[in-house]
Every structure is written in C-alpha cells, then in structure tokens.
C-alpha cells in the first residue's frame, strides 16, 4: 500500500466548546419528546417502527459550530463554479480569526431530548464532491432522530477548495470533533455511525475503512466507528473515472490533470444532485471528450482514496443501499463493495431497490430503507 502524502496542513482543530459562526435552537415540543430514544408503543415494538412517527420530531439545533479552520488548495481539474444543490444551508462567512487562504468548516447537532447519552450519527453530505452543503432540513433523515439518535451533519472541502483526498481529512477532523464533545452534547462514543449519500457514502465508507494515515495531525483522537449506512456511495473510483455517470466529478475531485475541455467552454452549472451527465458537467462536451484517459498517476489516486482498497475483517457492519437503475454511479459499485465485504467476512446488508436511480426513491421506498437502516442499527447494538 502506497503511502498517502497529503500535503494538507489542518491549520486550526476546535475539539473544545468548538466555535459558533451563529446557533439557533428549538425546544422540543412534548411530541418530539414521545418519540425519544427508548419510547416503545407495545411490548417488544419499538415507537420508531411506526413511520408516522417521524413527522412528529422536533429536534434541538445547534447550527453552524466551526469544527476547523484549512488550507484552500489549488486544484486544476476543478470546475470553479459548480452550480449548487437544492436544499442545503446558506453560506457562512469565515471567522474574524480566519487566515487569509483558509476556509471554515461548519457542522450542526440535531438532537431530540434524552436522559442518557445517545447514539450519534456524523451525516455526509452528497454532490459528487464538486457541491452541495449540510442539509436545511432534517426530514430525510428524520427516522434517525425519531429513533433517539443524535445528528451531526458536516461540511467538507468540495473539489473547487481542495482536491483529493482533502474532503477524507475534513471528515476525520468532525469525527475528533464529535470525540471531543461527547459530554457536552450526550453522544455515546460507544455508539458512532457514519452515514451519507452518493458522494457522501464514499466519504463515510473511507471515514471508517481508511487507515490512520488519513486523518490529519490534530485530529488523531478517533472514535470508533460502530456501523456505516453506505446509500449509493462510488467504491471504485478507479472505475468510477471511466463510467459515463461519473467520470467528470471523479476527474474533477482526484484533481490531478487539467480537462482537455474548459468549464468556461461549456453552459452554465446545473443545480441538482443528479446533474452531473449534463453538457455543463458531463465527460463529453459538443467540443469533445473532457479528460484524456487515467494516466497511471490518476488511477493510483483513485485507487488510495477507494473504499474497496481497504476491504479486511474487522470493518465495521456496513448497510448499502442503491438503486439498479442507477445512471450516476453504476451499481456495480455497490455490488463490489457488497462481495468484498462478503469475502473478509463482514457483517453487511444491501437494499437493492428495483427500478431505483441514483436516490430519487418512492417514498415507500425511501421509507422502506429508513426502516431497514434501524432495524440494522438495532441489529448490530446501536440502538438498544
């Protein structure tokens, strides 16, 4: 295995109180209380079962906490003006403190009212590392927090800030940071999940298969990670820059080679998570291919900062979910990672939905793997 030379410095870790660009909170209502971890609605049936019971949470917020401060870094291959994805927060201005050439990194804690400490899950994000932010809303994940569970959702350096494997990095400083405050917050350490989206599962499928030597100094002080929820997340990303669906925001993030094609050739960016195919971000433009093929530089980037590069026993138990008609990431990936897993002998589920794209599930399909993801959890001891 290569040695991963990172050439990041985390220029600022906030592993105490953190610092708050700004916090709101609401109380929760008696509802929200009812449906807190530990509540059950009959012997042996758990109140989150029941899935309207998710539309009654009302979770404490506590918003936009800088979990650390670091370096922007030059990235050829990166589209400086992506487009956005619906439905996440606002931006947020660096701090006062904030060096000239750095770059804030925010998170929120959502939580429902609890006596005892909770089990906590670190949320990624989606947007193939070229955009998106923490969500606004915390209603599709809303079964986590009408499960008692507590929700940290994280931003990350997206490729335009920093290439591979930056974003990896930027995870693994929340996870120190999530460590750090588990008094102050009621996380129970014992019980971590990381769980994401697209882009967002490959950055929490790396966050609990990486080794060490991805975690950045100053944020060494790990959690162990006690399951992962994997939703369409790209294992094989030395695959991944030749598949139709996401060989331009694989290029773009792996940061290692100017596009043959310039952004500023092409339309403007598209907003939305399934954009990616389209003439402003595609792999093929009106004036030709973007990328050249891998050189075996890329390939080998590609490979380090792949899940099923690091597949051994041990892993944690890993539930994936994806569609089979998935245009975005091919679900060959999934089903890679799921024999892998398979072969070291790690306890894993797949939800493989029928007719299913890149996440754009029917809500009872959607609910359906929700569902599936707390009974998992149940499962393997995380929620009791």
């Given amino acids: ?18 610092r708050f660009a700004s916090a709101q909170s609401a109380s929760a209502t008696p509802a929200a209380a009812s449906v807190a971890a530990g509540d059950s609605v009959a012997a042996g049936t758990a109140a989150w ?41 606002p931006p947020v201005a660096n701090s006062a403190s904030a060096a000239p050439g750095t770059i804030d990194l925010h998170l929120d804690v959502l939580q429902m ?27 599709t994940f809303s079964a986590l927090l009408a499960a008692g569970m507590s929700v940290v959702t994280v931003d990350y350096r997206l490729a335009k800030d920093a290439p591979a494997p ?26 971590v999940v990381v769980y994401g989206a697209s882009a967002g599962a490959h950055l929490a499928l ?14 060494t002080d790990q959690p162990k990670v006690a399951a992962v929820l994997d939703f369409y997340g790209p294992t094989n990303l030395a695959e991944g820059l030749t598949e139709h669906g996401s060989s331009d925001f694989t290029h773009q993030w792996i940061g290692l080679e100017k596009p043959l094609v310039s952004y500023a050739a092409a339309t ?13 971000q595609g792999a093929s433009t009106a004036q030709g291919s973007r990328w050249a093929e891998p050189s075996e530089a890329v390939l080998a980037r590609a490979r380090e900062v792949s899940p099923t590069s690091y597949i051994r026993a041990g892993l944690p138990p890993t539930l994936i979910v994806n569609g089979d008609n998935d245009h975005t990431v091919d679900p060959t990936q999934s089903a890679q990672l799921k024999k892998a897993l398979d072969a070291a002998g790690v306890v894993n589920v797949q939800d493989l939905v029928a007719g299913g794209g890149h996440g754009n599930f029917s809500k009872a399909e959607a609910d359906k793997a929700m569902l599936l993801s707390l009974k998992f959890l ?6 009791r």
Avoid at 177 to 187: M, P
């Fill in 1 to 18: 295995m290569r040695e991963i030379r990172w050439g990041v410095v985390v220029l600022a870790v906030f592993l105490g109180v953190g």
């Fill in 49 to 89: 079962e029941n899935v309207a019971s998710w539309e009654g949470v009302h979770p404490v917020a506590t918003r936009n906490i800088v979990y650390a401060n670091v370096p922007i870094l030059a990235n050829p291959s990166a589209n400086s003006n992506p487009g956005i994805s619906g439905g996440g927060v």
């Fill in 113 to 139: 009212p609890a006596a005892k400490p909770t089990p906590v899950v670190i949320q990624l994000h989606g947007g193939g590392w070229i955009r998106g932010d923490r969500p606004s809303s915390f209603r």
């Fill in 166 to 191: 930056a974003a990896i990095g930027d995870v693994r400083c929340a996870m120190a940071w999530v460590k750090a405050n588990a008094a102050k917050y009621n996380f129970d350490l014992s019980r």
């Fill in 206 to 219: 790396m966050a609990a298969y990486a080794p060490a030597s991805f975690t950045p100094l100053g944020c």
């Fill in 268 to 280: 403007a960016a598209v907003a939305g998570p399934d954009a990616f195919t389209s003439s402003a």
């Fill in 378 to 383: 149940q499962a393997n001891g995380v929620l």
